[in-house]
Nanobody, 129 residues
Framework: QVQLVESGGGSVQAGGSLRLSCAAS????????KGWFRQAPGKEREAVAA????????TYADSVKGRFTISQDNGKNTMYLQMNSLKPEDTAMYYC??????????????????????WGQGTQVTVSS
């Protein structure tokens, strides 16, 4: 059974950094599309970043490009989101997700929520001004 568990959220001042982790079990993380999403109160869930390591591919939302870095450690079956230069507008619940479909490698670029069938429970990130 596939499970994803996020950790690393917390409260930080604007300009600070946080590193989120997403540990996977019940699946080999290494060859599929993995993504980070976030949702602030009153807003729709937003795709932040996605990664397909087998193809050396990463993609980011314009709002986080240059500040956030998505990566994974295949040995630990874990992926990460390094968040630097955090802004108050980054405040949200952050979710990790996985697209385990046969064509995940081809569609990972679009960061489409409906493609991701497996989700973690979320970890809260709060950035104060």
């Amino acid at each position: 059974q596939v499970q994803l568990v996020e950790s690393g959220g917390g409260s930080v001042q604007a300009g600070g950094s946080l590193r989120l982790s997403c540990a996977a079990s019940g699946v080999d993380y290494s060859t599929y599309c993995k993504g980070w999403f976030r949702q602030a109160p009153g807003k729709e869930r937003e795709a932040v970043a996605a990664i397909y390591t087998g193809g050396g591919f990463t993609t980011y939302a314009d709002s986080v490009k240059g500040r956030f870095t998505i990566s994974q450690d295949n040995g630990k079956n874990t992926m990460y989101l390094q968040m630097n230069s955090l802004k108050p507008e980054d405040t949200a619940m952050y979710y990790c997700a996985a697209d385990l479909g046969s064509w995940a490698w081809m569609r990972c670029w679009r960061r489409r929520e409906a493609d991701f069938a497996y989700w973690g429970q979320g970890t809260q990130v709060t950035v104060s001004s």
